[in-house]
C-alpha cells in the first residue's frame, strides 16, 4: 500500500506524534514518514509538539502554541459535520446529543477562523462558505417578494367582477383554485362588493 495511504489509515481517528505514526507503520522509518508528509501538504496538516492531523480536520487543534486537550475535541466534531456544506443547528443538535445547545453555539461563536454564520441558525466553514450568506440573503428576499405579491382572494374577486356583473358560478369558474365557501364568504362579508340580483354580484 503506498505510504500517503497508510499515513491516511493511522490518522484517520486523531491528530498523531511522528513517533506514534512509527508505531502504526514500523516498516518506515519516521524520516521517511515525514518526507511524506511534507511532500502531501493537500492530505496532511503539521501541529505543534510534532503532531501531523489530517487538512481540513485538524487545524482547530492549534491554539497558541499548545495541542488542545481532548476534552476539547467538541470543535473536531464540528468541523467534521460542516466538512462538505453548510448546516442548520438542528442538525449539529440531533448529530451531538451529548453536547449541550448552548456549548454548541458558543463554540461556533468562539471560532470565528473557523466557523461563519450563513443565515439565521445555518453555520459554515471559514474561507468555503462565505458565497452562501449572500445567496441566503437573496432566497429570503425573493420569498419576501412573493409573499407581498401574492394576490388575494378579494383581489381576484375584484378583478373579475371588473368586466361586469357575474353569479356565483361564474366567478367561482374564473378562479376555480379558490373554494367556492371562501369565494361566498368574502362576497357577503366585504363592502367592495354588492349583490344585484339572485346570486349576482358586482362592484359598488
Not at 495511504?5 to 502504526?24: P, V
Not at 458558543?106 to 443565515?119: E, G, S
Not at 449572500?134 to 405579491?149: P, Q
Not at 373579475?160 to 379558490?178: C, F, K, S
Amino acid at each position: 500500500m503506498i505510504l500517503k495511504k497508510r499515513i491516511l489509515e493511522a490518522l484517520s481517528e486523531k491528530a498523531l506524534t511522528h513517533k506514534e505514526l512509527k508505531q502504526k507503520i514500523p516498516d518506515k522509518t519516521i524520516r521517511i514518514i515525514s518526507a511524506t508528509v511534507s511532500q502531501n501538504k493537500n492530505l496532511f496538516v503539521r501541529l505543534d509538539k510534532g503532531y501531523v492531523g489530517l487538512k481540513g480536520r485538524d487545524e482547530h487543534l492549534v491554539t497558541g502554541n499548545r495541542i488542545v486537550p481532548d476534552k476539547f475535541c467538541l470543535y473536531k466534531k464540528l468541523v467534521n459535520l460542516m466538512a462538505h456544506r453548510e448546516v442548520r443547528l438542528e442538525y449539529l443538535y440531533e448529530r451531538l446529543p451529548d453536547e449541550k445547545k448552548v456549548s454548541i453555539r458558543a463554540y461556533i461563536n468562539a471560532r470565528p477562523d473557523l466557523f461563519i454564520r450563513v443565515a439565521r441558525g445555518v453555520y459554515g466553514r471559514k474561507d468555503r462558505d462565505e458565497w452562501l450568506i449572500r445567496k441566503y440573503a437573496l432566497g429570503k428576499e425573493s420569498t419576501k417578494i412573493r409573499k407581498t405579491h401574492r394576490e388575494t382572494i378579494v383581489e381576484k374577486i375584484t378583478k373579475v367582477l371588473l368586466d361586469g356583473e357575474r353569479n356565483l358560478q361564474e366567478i367561482h369558474h374564473a378562479m376555480p383554485t379558490y373554494p367556492r365557501k371562501s369565494i361566498t364568504s368574502k362576497l357577503s362579508l366585504n363592502q367592495k362588493f354588492e349583490k344585484i340580483g339572485k346570486g349576482v354580484w358586482g362592484l359598488k
